[in-house]
């Protein structure tokens, strides 16, 4: 069974860091390329960040740019999100996704391969 799962999630004030992995099991994933998006509570799911096979083309949400980094383990089959400076704006569950069409299909964020179930990522002093 194939599967995405996010870890690392959780509760960080204001200026504070987090890192979230996405594992991926029951097929290797090392040609598609995967994302992370986020949703707020009562907002559409948005696109936060994705990376391509190689991890040799990345983007990034202006919202986010600058202040988190997206990585991938290939070897591992992991996907990660480093978040710095988070503000209470990053509040929302952050969901991990991958799709062998590549880069610009992870970009739009529809009729992905794979989804993650998502983590909770709450902001707040």
């Known amino acids: 069974q194939v599967q995405l799962v996010e870890s690392g999630g959780g509760l960080v004030q204001p200026g504070g860091s987090l890192r979230l992995s996405c594992l991926a099991s029951?097929?290797?994933?090392?040609?598609?390329?995967m994302g992370w998006f986020r949703q707020a509570p009562g907002k559409e799911r948005e696109f936060v960040a994705a990376?391509?096979?190689?991890?040799?083309?990345?983007y990034y949400a202006d919202s986010v740019k600058g202040r988190f980094t997206i990585s991938r383990d290939r070897a591992k089959n992991t996907l990660y999100l480093q978040m710095n400076s988070l503000n209470p704006e990053d509040t929302a569950v952050y969901y991990c996704?991958?799709?062998?069409?590549?880069?610009?299909?992870?970009?739009?964020?529809?009729?992905?391969?794979?989804w993650g179930q998502g983590t909770q990522v709450t902001v707040s002093s």
């Open positions: 996704a991958a799709d062998q069409r590549g880069l610009g299909a992870v970009r739009r964020g529809s009729g992905l391969d794979y």
């Open positions: 029951g097929r290797t994933f090392s040609s598609y390329a």
């Open positions: 990376i391509n096979w190689s991890a040799d083309a990345l």
